[in-house]
């Protein structure tokens, strides 16, 4: 079956930058659209943006200064990279699979930023 | 950006009885090129990942229990529990995907 595993610190620095890979099982990171999507601690869901395999990508105006999203099709992983981060950012991040509705996610990853 | 609204935040049903949340967006997520709505649901129970419900509105996901309906077109949206079980305690969200970025409604949290 499909199985999406996260992997990435758990803490972070003020200012430093956020690094998350998604490995996926029982599928091809070339069939399908990722998408990255957080949650602040007791907070609602943010879409942080997706991506297509080809590199076609599409980011939240409100975090595109600072992501990236990025895929390595020889390891079927997915990237999150979040630069400058601060308390702000602090959330569950979870990696997704599809853009039109997301039928498969990641354990997610707790991020704390803090020194 | 589109903004979803959910109604209402919290809601207490008993063990069999009806439960309804409704969704609301600021402009239309009705497609008209392909007559889709571009919205889904999700259950997101304590600790857990969100898990999806329905897409397109009204396309239930796969294993997902039929005593869930997802109804709706245009800008006004409904799930419904036809008979709540223990296990349908849970904050639920719709988003659309008819615009960028997506946006999720704020989540109702329902409690027996």
């Known amino acids: 079956q499909v199985q999406l595993q996260q992997s990435g610190p758990g803490l972070v620095k003020p200012s430093e930058t956020l690094s998350l890979t998604c490995t996926v099982s029982?599928?091809?990171?070339?069939?399908?659209?990722w998408t990255w999507i957080r949650q602040p601690p007791g907070k609602g869901l943010e879409w942080i943006g997706y991506?297509?395999?080809?590199?076609?990508?599409n980011y939240n105006p409100s975090l595109k200064s600072r992501v990236t999203i990025s895929v390595d099709t020889s390891r079927n992983q997915c990237s999150l990279t979040l630069t400058s981060v601060t308390a702000a950012d602090t959330a569950v991040y979870y990696c997704?699979?599809?853009?039109?509705?997301?039928?498969?996610w990641g354990q997610g990853t707790q991020v704390t930023v803090s020194s | 950006d589109i903004v979803m609204t959910q109604s209402p935040d919290s809601l207490a049903v008993s063990l069999g009885e009806r439960a309804t949340i409704n969704c609301k967006s600021s402009?239309?997520?009705?497609?008209?090129?392909?007559?889709?709505?571009?919205l889904g649901w999700y259950q997101q129970k304590p600790g857990q990942p969100p898990k999806l419900l329905f897409y397109?509105?009204?396309t239930r996901a796969s294993g997902v229990p039929d005593r869930f309906s997802g109804s709706g077109s245009g800008t006004d949206f409904t799930l419904t529990i036809s008979s709540l079980q223990a296990e349908d305690v849970a904050v639920y969200y719709c988003?659309?995907?008819?615009?960028?970025?997506?946006?999720f409604g704020q989540g109702t949290k329902l409690e027996i």
């Open positions: 991506i297509y395999y080809s590199g076609s990508t």
């Open positions: 988003q659309q995907y008819y615009g960028s970025p997506r946006t």
């Open positions: 397109w509105a009204s």
């Open positions: 029982g599928d091809s990171i070339s069939s399908h659209y």
């Open positions: 402009q239309t997520v009705l497609e008209s090129s392909d007559n889709k709505n571009y």
């Open positions: 997704t699979r599809g853009h039109y509705g997301n039928d498969y």
